[in-house]
């Protein structure tokens, strides 16, 4: 975990919608800081503060996505949409994303180079990512 600015808004519907995914109540939700592990820096900065935070949000379609990798249309998604004020978003079109769900508070906060490297799906591949310490999944809950 680093000391950079992170973005965390408190929007109504995307805080209510979170917290309805990870199983327990959340105060914010984090927006991207670094644009994930890519090695693009113009892209890095494209998406600071625009996506949600892909090592929380994982294969959400409003998260920075790794190339090929299956995107969930999400309530969490369309609650962003709907709190920008712009749309009303129909729910029953929602996905659930299976990248922590029903994973908790501790899921949401925790960094991801002191996840459990076992029992989990979740691990940090500091070995190939030594700097930026990102999540990605060993396999998929269903």
């Known amino acids: ?3 950079r ?3 965390q808004v ?6 209510q919608h979170a917290g309805a995914h990870f199983g327990d109540s959340m105060d914010y939700v984090e927006f991207e800081n670094a644009g994930g592990y890519r090695d693009d820096a113009r892209m ?8 949600l935070e892909d090592r929380i949000f994982n294969g959400e379609i409003m998260s920075y996505p790794a190339p090929g990798k299956r995107l969930y249309r999400s309530a969490i998604s369309l609650a962003l949409l709907e709190d920008t004020g712009w749309y009303f978003p129909d729910y029953s079109v929602a996905e659930a994303l299976p990248w922590g769900l029903g994973q908790g508070r501790d899921f949401f906060h925790t960094p991801c180079n002191l996840m459990p490297l076992t029992g989990s799906h979740y691990a940090c591949p500091t070995a190939v990512y030594p700097l930026q310490g990102q999540l990605f999944s060993l396999s998929v809950a269903t």
């Open 1 to 3: 975990w680093d000391a």
């Open 5 to 7: 600015d992170r973005l």
């Open 10 to 15: 408190t929007l109504p519907n995307i805080v």
């Open 44 to 51: 890095q900065e494209l998406v600071r503060g625009i996506l």
